[in-house]
């Protein structure tokens, strides 16, 4: 067997950890599937787990499907494809620009304090009961009566460690781009300063900053562009979130201390607003950049024709920037006290520019495949192909109900969460990181993946399981199911529910298929040695 | 940009123009009254929200098909949300209770009946039981 060079360890350690989080938030998204079908068919399990919990009083099955709901998607989204996004962009990266990563010891602290941040994020959903979901409502999170106040420490302090983490792999990706393009490293200021374009404003006002890194991108991969514009993104909606941390941290900490501070004194629409601009730039920022990044990469590299296109595509990934900088209202459409004019604009108008982003970047991904026939349909070109397609539903979804008229009955039902965003998230995002966890295991090992068979079947189980619970979701959304809401059994909605149920069983199937496969490609002697082997010395940052 | 990008950048922008036009238009019913027609309301309706509690009017709500109507919600403590849902499990329609604001929306009853009132925010652990069984009766 031949040895692993230290990228591709590394790589490989935050693809098995992500992995780890993907099994987590898989059997989270099972059961809360199971108690929506029937809160009462998990008492038996309730109270296992509930043997293992510090806690007086038995939590109720509201309590802990909430807890649940609260951290399912910080460990689908910040431990599942943050992980797997730092392994792979710390490979692809340094591998296509022929460098080495800017700063190797960055690497290890993301690995640590990513795993750290989002385990205690976890941590304070099941054993903190922390309920006050991903969307932190003002002031819910500062409800102490509703949400407990050890579990809201110990979320915003899990939060805040995996926003600073987020930062500094920015920073780190900014640096490998961009280190050597002006002859001489930066520093975290100038970094910062970049990613907000202050050098490019400056630049237009007629006070150049000479010493600003060179951001225009010429003669790099349409790849790395996409990667270092996403990073504008990440850098945005990390500080967003964390301001948002911290006043929560403050408030809990001046309760614990018997000082309560007053919740009114913040505006909960302005926060609102100010929260959701931030935390859009994840999901409509650098997931969308991100993944058209990767597409622009894996599709010319698997059927061997340059990107269609290149120069249009460019552009679009700079324009996308500001698409994504507008386009938050539209999680407030349900809002009637967001100003008319911003849900129309920024809601409605600006949210539908992205038909136009993420058109033209799915236009040029699919003219390549087809420009490039006769195409032999490898597993990794099927899992992007398949990505697009669920790129398009899932979109397709969100621009529906972005929208000042549908939202009034779209709104906050199962159509929002399931055919729009778990449409993207599964059939999409998921699908895609599959796609590039094929292509990068014989790059990585050396080995080829174990069965091709077993692929495909994980292939067609996830895609065919995920297509099923979601959609059967959004007709129960369409009948008026609300998201965020457990219904006594039976209900009005329980066919819909049992058929998702059997669909989360299908795509939990494909899942396991692809763990097995991924294992026998692996050997337990490479995972073993993931963990043993000692590091080599690194060179000197 | 090639010829195929143009002709491509033309069909979404004719999809852009075409969606937007119909979903503004009154083609989507309660747009009329929403963005167009902007009517007085005939009644108003005070819902105030509470410790996960929807406070009714006084005397209940009691609207005539066909006349509009307009719910002013609040709340005293978190974000909640004023739903209303037809006996079948269907919503007719639904708006945020953002506290510290006073949060209302006109509506068209079309159909006599009864309606229930549900709160479509999450707003702690006790939301599920957050549902008014036969809040709105809409009389011919």
């Not at chain 2, 010829?3 to 747009?31: K, M």
């Not at chain 2, 996960?52 to 719910?71: C, N, R, S, T």
Request: net charge positive; aromatic share 12%.
């Amino acid at each position: 067997m031949r040895p692993m060079d230290w990228t591709a360890k590394w790589t490989l350690r935050f693809v098995v950890m992500a992995l780890l989080f993907l099994v987590l938030t898989t059997i989270e998204g099972e059961m809360m599937r199971v108690q929506l079908a029937n809160p009462e068919a998990l008492r038996s399990f309730e109270a296992l787990m509930n043997a293992l919990r510090p806690i007086e009083n038995a939590p109720t099955t509201e309590e802990l499907y909430y807890a649940m709901l609260s951290v399912h998607p910080v460990v689908g989204i910040y431990g599942f494809v943050y992980m797997a996004v730092m392994g792979a962009f710390y490979f692809l990266v340094p591998y296509l620009l022929q460098r080495e990563v800017r700063h190797k010891s960055l690497v290890r602290v993301n690995f640590w304090l990513q795993t750290l941040g989002v385990f205690l994020c976890w941590a304070a959903g099941f054993f903190g009961m922390f309920n006050a979901l991903y969307t932190l409502y003002w002031p819910l999170p500062v409800s102490f009566d509703r949400v407990p106040v050890v579990g809201a420490i110990v979320f915003t302090l899990g939060a805040a460690i995996v926003m600073v983490n987020i930062l500094i792999f920015a920073f780190n990706i900014f640096g490998t781009v961009f280190g050597k393009t002006n002859g001489k490293g930066y520093t975290v200021g100038g970094f910062l300063r970049a990613a907000f374009g202050i050098p490019r404003l400056l630049k237009l006002l007629g006070r150049e900053d000479k010493s600003a890194p060179n951001l225009d991108y010429n003669g790099l991969p349409p790849f790395i562009v996409a990667v270092a514009r996403g990073s504008i993104d990440t850098v945005i909606n990390a500080t967003v979130l964390l301001s948002a941390g911290a006043l929560i941290l403050v408030y809990a900490l001046a309760h614990v201390m018997g000082r309560s501070l007053n919740p009114a004194a913040i505006d909960a629409l302005l926060y609102k607003n100010w929260y959701w601009w931030g935390l859009d730039m994840v999901a409509d920022g650098n997931v969308l950049i991100y993944t058209a990044g990767v597409w622009y990469l894996m599709i010319p590299m698997l059927t061997g024709r340059r990107l269609y296109a290149e120069s249009v595509v460019r552009t679009v990934i700079m324009v996308d920037l500001l698409v994504s900088m507008g386009v938050w209202s539209h999680h407030l459409l349900g809002d009637q006290v967001q100003p008319l004019s911003m849900r129309l604009i920024s809601g409605q108008f600006i949210t539908w520019g992205e038909i136009f982003t993420m058109g033209l970047t799915i236009f040029a991904s699919m003219m390549t495949i087809w420009k490039a026939r006769p195409v032999k349909i490898s597993i990794p070109l099927l899992f992007i192909l398949g990505s697009i397609f669920g790129f398009i539903m899932g979109a397709a979804a969100g621009i529906i109900q972005a929208n000042v008229g549908l939202n009034v009955v779209l709104h906050n039902t199962q159509w929002v969460i399931m055919t729009h965003a778990h449409t993207l998230l599964l059939m999409g995002l998921s699908t895609l990181l599959f796609g590039v966890i094929y292509a990068l295991l014989p790059l990585l090992t050396g080995k080829p993946v174990f069965s091709q068979k077993l692929a495909l079947w994980h292939f067609w189980l996830w895609m065919g399981g995920a297509f099923t619970m979601t959609y059967v979701m959004g007709m129960a959304g369409t009948h008026g199911m609300l998201r965020r809401t457990l219904y006594p059994h039976p209900n009005l909605y329980q066919v819909y529910l049992n058929g998702a149920m059997i669909g989360g069983i299908v795509l939990a199937i494909g899942f396991i298929i692809f763990l097995v496969n991924l294992v026998a490609t692996l050997k337990w002697d490479t995972l073993r040695r993931l963990i043993h082997d000692p590091e080599p010395a690194l060179s000197a940052d | 940009m090639e010829r195929e990008e143009r002709i491509w950048l033309g069909i979404l922008a004719v999809v852009f123009l075409i969606v937007n036009a119909i979903t503004l238009s009154p083609l989507v019913p309660w747009q009329s009254w929403q963005l167009w027609s902007r009517p007085e309301p005939q009644t108003s309706f005070r819902v105030n929200f509470r410790d996960y509690q929807i406070i009714l009017p006084p005397g209940g709500i009691q609207v005539k098909a066909g006349q509009f109507v307009e719910f002013v919600a609040t709340s005293e403590d978190v974000t909640y949300g004023l739903g209303v849902f037809r006996k079948d499990g269907k919503m007719l329609f639904q708006m945020q209770v953002v506290p510290g604001h006073e949060n209302r929306i006109i509506w068209r009853f079309d159909e006599p009946g009864f309606y229930d009132v549900r709160s479509t925010e999450y707003s702690g652990p006790r939301h599920p039981s957050m549902v008014v069984t036969d809040a709105i009766h809409v009389i011919p």
